[in-house]
């Protein structure tokens, strides 16, 4: 097999707000969608982008910018989806920032794509204070993290528009009452819509994609 | 049952290097031995230190710092083990800094303490650049993180006196290669000490414990 070729982006830093808003308006020109998917590391950004990949093919054209403080493995696995995907390298830093992001942007075919996934650093935290230009932040929360999430780190769930609970076919092994972490969620953001998934079992996958779907119907409507 | 008082300490930041080595010399004067636990969100660092407090019992006399960015559940959790434990918020930060981590130690009755554990902030990536005057930076993987996560984020890893790798009990329902992990962690940092640990289960906790004492009894022996 030809091993697919993997643009790496090093440690752009600069002016956040201004390029997010440039990303902003070329999206807006191009009509793509950019989403901004957040989470701890190992929660199961990788796997769900995969998975979802799958669903969203034949509807929406895909591409994905992979953010990492080091390594490209992540980028490699979704490459041999034949999914286009850059590497985003922050080179210590916890957090992606926009002029990266602005600058893998325009690199990609934008005329041929739907819908940008950016998998931001493994970090609960430092992530959700940053606008990459994105049309939405996702929150990936994995059941093995604890129900108690929501309220330790506020700031994601307030700002994301969807949340995925990755990895519930633990459920059975472990100490995780899922009804109080959908309260805790909701404690923080009332309306947010929570979607429960196993990627590797490829079960609640389909909820999560239509939701996307219609969410990004509605947004382009509101422009 | 009286309900633990926990002193909550907010958002002191400044000069880091210069608390960090008051810190230092507060604790040599003192005879304490200070731990940095840094992992990502529900790794298991509070489960852990419960569980090793039952086995450090009798042995050392510990205490807690609890780092987080909002809520006091985790001191709440080892105050109700008659631990002594204070909270340290950082009120949005990613990480403890020492001058906290400083005036929270001075607080504590130092001169009827051996070791105090250092809880960091849940974030695998920016505790691991911040000293805050402790003996050891210990790490903490769980194994449904994955086992590539010593590679994608090598700091930590290579800071680190041991890693405590948690949920071992969740093995069989994961795919995840555990030699694999090791090899990882010690392509960063080849000596590394590592203690496979069901901090639930009970298991691993001994070796553990049994490390942290020979360690710390070589490190006051090299002052």
Redesign the interface.
């Known amino acids: 097999m030809k091993r697919a070729e993997i643009k790496v982006y090093r440690n752009l830093m600069g002016d956040n707000d201004l390029w997010a808003e440039r990303t902003k308006m070329l999206l807006a020109k191009k009509e793509v969608t950019l989403l901004n998917l957040i989470g ?4 199961g950004k990788t796997t769900l982008l995969e998975k979802a990949s799958l669903k969203l093919s034949g509807q929406l054209k895909m591409a994905v910018l992979e953010g ?4 490209t ?1 992540d980028a490699e696995r979704l490459a041999n989806l034949n999914i286009p995907v850059s590497q985003l390298l922050t080179g ?1 830093a ?1 957090h992606l920032e926009a002029k990266m992001v602005h600058y893998a942007l325009r690199d990609l075919k934008l005329d041929e794509l739907d819908i940008v996934f950016c998998e931001n ?6 992530p959700a ?1 940053f606008d990459i230009g994105e049309g939405a932040k996702i929150a990936v929360l ?1 059941v ?3 129900e ?2 929501p ?5 994601l769930f307030r700002e994301a528009k969807s949340v995925v609970l990755t ?1 519930i ?2 459920l059975p ?3 995780f009452d899922l009804s109080l972490c959908l309260k805790n969620i909701h404690k923080i953001n009332a309306e947010l819509p929570v979607f429960p998934v196993s990627a ?1 079992k490829e079960s609640g996958l389909e909820e999560f994609v239509c939701w996307l779907l219609k969410w990004r119907k509605s947004a382009s409507k509101l422009k």
Chains 1, 2 share one sequence.
């Open positions: 701890g590391p190992g929660c990492d403080i080091e390594t493995r210590g916890c650093v493994g970090n609960l935290v430092c204070e994995s093995t993290e604890g108690d999430k309220l330790k780190y506020p700031l990895k076919d633990l092994y472990l100490n590797t």
